[in-house]
Structure formats: C-alpha cells, structure tokens
C-alpha cells in the first residue's frame, strides 16, 4: 500500500551528491543517532518521509496483535499476572500510532486513514481473543478473576506511567533509528490490557467488564494522543496548514472524550456506612407558674381613701383558692429489647493469585479498596450467587475506618468455624440450656 502523496512528505529525500565523500559518513551517522532535526523545509520535509516510511504499518502488527490478544485472554482466564506480563512482551511495536499523530501533523487524510484502520483492526483483534477466552471462562466458573476487573478501571499511576511512555516512544522514535521497544511496551499495556478485558467480559457475561474495558482504552488512547501531539511540536516539527486544522480538530476530539470519560473507570473511595439508630429523648422544660396578685389601678373618679381601705381589707380576708392546671405532653416510653446478637465469624484473605482481592460496593460492582492477603475480615451471613460465583459480604476496618462490601467466597479463609453459604428453606433457632 503507497504512502500519502501529500506535498509535506516528498516522495523521496533530497539525494546526495554521487561525489561526496562525507555521504557514507552521513548515512553511518544517521544509522546510529539523529542528534538534530533540520531547520529548513527540504530538510523537514524528507525528515518527515523517513519517519512516515519506519512507522507505516506492515503485516507484522496484525500477526503479532493475534498473538498477543491470545496470550492476554488467557492470562485473565488463568488470572495470572506472569501470562499477561508474556502476552505485552510479544505485543505489536506501536510505531504505527506515531504513524498517525505525523498524518494528523502533516494533514495527509490518507495517511491518517490508513495508520488509524491499522490500529482499529490491530485492536478489534486484541477484542476479539478476549471474547473468546471469555466464552471459554463459562466452562470454569466460578473462578477467581482479578486481574479483568484490575484493567477495565481508570488508575491513576496508570496515567502516568502512560504520559511517560507515549512522551518517551515519540522522542526516541523521532531522534533514533533504533526500534523503541521499552516505551512502546508502556504504550502497549495501556492500550490493549483494558481492550482485551473489554472482549473478556463481553464473552463470559460478567457485569462491570463491558464497556468499562473500551471505554477506559479510549481514555488511554485520547491522552497519550494528546501528548504525542505535543511532544511532536515541542521537537520543532512545523504542520502544514492542513495540518494545523486536523491538528486543532483532533485536540478537541480528544479532550471530548476525557471530558466524557474520564470517570468511567475510576474506582470509587467511598465506603459504605453502618446506618445506627440511637433513640434519643428530648427534654421538654415546663413553663413556672408563678400567680401573682394585682391591685386595682385607681382611676381618676376614685373613691374616697376610706372606701379604698375598706375594699382592700375585704379583698385581702377573701380566700381565693389558686389552681394551676399543668398538661404535660405525651411521650412514648421506651421499650428495651434484649437482642442476642450472633457470634460474628472472621476469616482472612488469601486469595490465591495477585496478593490480594478486591472489595467491593455490590457483587461485580464498583470498586472499594483492595485487600492484601493475611487481612481480617468479618464476614456476615449475607451472600449472593452472581453467574454461579459465591459472594460474601464482609466488613473490615482499616485505618480505624469501618468498611463493608463484598468479596469472592473463594478468596477468604476461615478461622472461626466456616458458615454455610446455602439456602434454607425453615430457619432453624436454637436455645440456651443453662445447667445450675
């Protein structure tokens, strides 16, 4: 498939003299180590062909990207850490996105059609060995599944390993001939681990896979873009007019979409809270009754001194019996229940792969914290059967902080004796005989 025709990338760079004596230098020099890039515009212009020629996309993505989307399903089936480590070490070089921020750069529509379809259809095949690990994880559960729901969540430290490495992979593509392995391996985790637990999910039917897992590979994608872009026009690669029109579109694309996005993934630091009633009384403060007695005011047409003595004696000697009527309010009375609460059951985590397991708001739901294990945890009588997996709730308290969720059945151990996770149809109640 040719390359893009468009007037930024000449068909071929500026040939040396045949008489030049310093032209094998030159090339042995340029072999090893690009130290600057040209100023001029024929020296742009072949320096941009050469960087297009090396990240145009060849048949070799495609194989390598059937490869590494297998061993990446399987990884999650076997939720093993070390086969997902294996499945990113043999994963596509990712020049080919350095191939598409260039097109978006020079403006060339057919080169950036081409570098995106090559990334769609490298990633549809990642998606697609997913989806069929996921099919087969059907057979095997309920299983431990850890690393899935790992890698179809936003992290932070995520990000910024992806800032380094998409800054990294442009700078040692551009300024090197040597093929940049170690940051397109960065590159790579970021954008095809969320993409095949996207498919996994997608074909073992657990909830909270899909489309979290795409939606966060777009997330991945949009930023390290954004850094690609700047990262190609701090190294003082000057766009055509076209380019800077595609290039301001695409920086509005991607921000859209972390705009969007960005919260899709991000486990959420909120714990539950035990709702506790305490009844309280209010006391209520009677008004005092305090009677008092009041004379007459006298008036202008005043009786005679003697008649105000006499009226006065007859009030006085008159015994007025004094009754105060007190309404206290209606208050209820509090009734105290004697509850015998259960023996609570603890148990530990030991989850067998990953060194923890991963406690959550509901079964298969939003993301609480992670426990490492040798924690203790209290385990209620409580469990859910979601798609045949058991899961139980907990409580647990770290860092003087109570928290509930939910974890897998399969990840705790038991110190007290294990409680029966199944349903009955009567409960039973048993009684205390105290022997004197």
């Not at 040719?2 to 760079?13: M, V």
């Not at 090197?176 to 681990?193: C, D, G, M, R």
Request: net charge neutral; with cysteine; glycine share 8%.
């Amino acid at each position: 498939m040719p390359l893009s025709d468009e007037p930024i990338i000449p068909l071929e760079p500026s040939p040396r003299p045949a008489h030049d004596p310093n032209a094998g230098r030159g090339r042995r020099r340029r072999v090893t180590r690009r130290d600057m890039i040209p100023n001029d515009a024929v020296g742009q212009a072949a320096f941009v062909f050469d960087l297009a020629r090396r990240a145009y996309p060849s048949f070799e993505l495609f194989v390598f990207s059937l490869v590494c989307g297998a061993i990446l399903g399987l990884g999650y089936l076997l939720d093993s850490q070390a086969v997902l480590l294996l499945g990113i070490l043999v994963a596509p070089l990712m020049t080919p996105w350095v191939g598409f921020l260039l097109s978006i750069l020079t403006g060339s529509p057919r080169f950036l059609f081409e570098t995106f379809m090559a990334l769609l259809i490298s990633a549809g095949i990642i998606f697609l060995g997913g989806v069929l690990t996921g099919f087969a994880a059907r057979l095997f559960l309920p299983i431990t599944l850890t690393n899935v729901f790992t890698h179809s969540r936003l992290w932070i430290p995520e990000l910024v390993v992806l800032i380094i490495g998409a800054i990294t992979l442009v700078i040692s593509f551009a300024r090197s001939e040597n093929k940049p392995f170690l940051p397109s391996v960065v590159i790579a985790y970021t954008f095809f681990l969320p993409i095949s637990a996207s498919g996994f999910g997608l074909g073992s039917g657990l909830e909270g896979l899909w489309p979290q897992g795409a939606l966060v590979a777009a997330v991945h994608f949009a930023l390290a873009s954004i850094f690609g872009l700047g990262t190609l026009f701090l190294l003082r690669l000057r766009p055509s007019k076209w380019g800077i029109v595609i290039s301001l579109i695409a920086l509005v694309l991607f921000a859209g979409v972390l705009y969007r996005l960005m919260g899709a993934g991000i486990p959420s630091g909120q714990a539950a809270s035990i709702a506790t009633s305490t009844p309280a009384f209010e006391s209520t403060e009677l008004p005092a009754a305090s009677p008092t007695r009041s004379l007459p005011t006298p008036t202008k047409n005043s009786p005679s001194p003697s008649a105000t003595v006499a009226a006065t004696k007859a009030l006085l000697g008159t015994a007025v019996p004094l009754t105060v009527a007190v309404t206290l309010p209606v208050t209820e009375t509090p009734t105290i229940t004697m509850t015998i609460e259960p023996t609570p059951i603890f148990g530990q985590v030991s989850a067998r792969e990953g060194g923890g397991a991963n406690l959550r708001e509901v079964p298969n739901g939003t993301l609480l914290r992670t426990l490492n294990n040798g924690t203790i945890v209290e385990v209620s009588s409580e469990f859910r059967l979601v798609n045949g997996v058991t899961w139980v709730k907990v409580a647990v308290t770290l860092n003087g902080e109570r928290v509930e969720g939910w974890l897998l059945e399969s990840t705790v151990t038991y110190a007290t004796p294990a409680p029966n996770f199944e349903a009955s149809a009567t409960p039973s109640i048993g009684l205390l005989t105290v022997v004197p």
